[in-house]
């Protein structure tokens, strides 16, 4: 009898520690796939005062300025945003003092896609005098691409106007672009000279 009870206590406590360890197991398991499952899209970086310069061999291509920029670097694909505006100078070596500039209340880089947009009051007045304002553009800087779909407003540097009323593209220099349901106010002596 005394034997029998022995071995009854010993089934019973291997029974309760295997049950106990399936707990735990199913448990920590539980835990794994929350964590998987919860959200990576907050900022990795935060830069308060951004005072960013790009170079390139030793030239400066961009100067960039906000108040506040946030690095999404944990999620598929990787952005930095500038949620309270941005302020931007480029340069080109052709006219390495003047630079272009361009200002939004809002931006947001894909840097691997190398995808660029700006939103709110966007400002862009190239080193040529040009000033074009719009709601929104995009750049694929891959493509040399710079487009629109909102009403565009320019001001030429002899004081010509136009408005491009649905939106325009345009290479990333400003050296070509294209109006769409275009009017405006242009010098009868800037177009005698496009005609030549």
């Given amino acids: 009898m005394n034997f029998s009870k022995k071995i009854s206590y010993k089934n019973i406590a291997c029974l309760f520690s295997c049950a106990i360890f399936f707990i735990l197991t199913s448990c920590e398991e539980d835990l794994t796939k929350n964590k998987g499952s919860q959200s990576k899209n907050f900022p990795s970086q935060i830069i308060n005062n951004a005072n960013i310069v790009q170079r390139d061999s030793g ?14 670097e944990l ?4 952005y930095v945003v500038a949620r309270k505006g941005i302020n931007i100078e480029f340069f080109d070596k052709k006219k390495p003092k003047i630079p272009g500039k361009i200002t939004a209340k809002y931006a947001r880089i894909f840097e691997y896609k190398k995808f660029y947009e700006a939103k709110g009051d966007v400002r862009i007045t190239t080193n040529e005098g040009q000033r074009f304002a719009m709601q929104s553009i995009y750049w694929d800087q891959k493509k040399n691409r710079i487009y629109t779909k909102d009403t565009v407003y320019v001001t030429m540097e002899d004081g010509s106007t136009l408005v491009g009323a649905n939106g325009m593209t345009a290479k990333d220099d400003f050296s070509e ?3 769409y349901n275009n ?5 009868s002596k800037r177009i005698s000279e496009n005609k030549k």
Wanted: hydrophobic letters at 40%; charged letters at 25%.
């Fill in 177 to 179: 672009y294209t109006f």
């Fill in 59 to 72: 030239f400066v291509t961009l100067k960039a300025k906000a108040p506040i920029i946030e690095k999404y």
């Fill in 75 to 78: 999620i598929d694909s990787p």
């Fill in 183 to 187: 009017s405006g106010d242009f010098s």
